[in-house]
T-cell receptor, first 113, second 112 residues
């Protein structure tokens, strides 16, 4: 049973374009929704995170949109750059119940120059 | 100064052996975790541990056990290694209740 579903599995975007990755969750008790970026041979690194009391959060070129009623959230990367090429993971957790992150399956993003 | 460090980075061993992976964090976090990343890049929680509580993912075989000598360390012991244990294992830490994790760089375990 996959509690966090992520799509697409892979994505190719031209430099300067917008990359969009979507996630859907099942457990309404989740109260923390981060996105992680992972480069080959490295551990995942926290990119941006949102709590369910807000609908959008922006940090630089990265924006999370959150739809509580639909149980969906997405990552938008504006002005995508070749250096953004990596695997992106959405995740969800219940912060005061062990805070164990449940990850989506990952999206391999390639930004073409 | 590495925030979450794991050793070794690579581990190749034979089936049936027992091995350990060490993890240390210098962030002052109160909770540490072990995750397994399989060949398809899927990340799965194995354990969550702070001073008060160990939470074990029920799908983890009891051949895997976490050992925490102090707040800054959470080691992973694996007994009777099997071919299916081959994966990358990540240690991570966070503050309970605050959400954000810091991950180590991973240990690639290959069982032959």
């Amino acid at each position: 049973q996959q509690q966090v579903k992520q799509s697409p599995q892979s994505l190719i975007v031209q430099k300067g374009g917008i990359s969009i990755i979507n996630c859907a969750y099942e457990n309404t008790a989740f109260d923390y929704f981060p996105w992680y970026q992972q480069f080959p041979g490295k551990g995942p690194a926290l990119l941006i995170a949102i709590r369910p009391d807000v609908s959008e959060k922006k940090e630089g070129r990265f924006t999370i949109s959150f739809n509580k009623s639909a149980k969906q959230f997405s990552l938008h990367i504006m002005d995508s750059q070749p250096g953004d090429s990596a695997t992106y993971f959405c995740a969800a957790s219940i912060r005061n119940a062990g805070n164990m992150l449940t990850f989506g399956g990952g999206t391999r993003l390639m930004v073409k120059p | 100064d590495t925030a979450v460090s794991q050793t070794p980075k690579y581990l190749v061993t034979q089936m049936g052996n027992d091995k350990s992976i060490k993890c240390e964090q210098n962030l002052g976090h109160d909770t540490m975790y072990w995750y397994k990343q399989d060949s398809k890049k899927f990340l799965k929680i194995m354990f969550s541990y702070n001073n008060k509580e160990l939470i074990i993912n029920e799908t983890v075989p009891n051949r895997f056990s976490p050992k925490s000598p102090d707040k800054a360390h959470l080691n992973l012991h694996i007994n009777s290694l099997e071919l299916g244990d081959s994966a990358v294992y990540f240690c991570a830490s966070s503050h309970q209740g605050l959400g954000g994790y810091t991950f180590g760089s991973g240990t690639r375990l290959t069982v032959v």
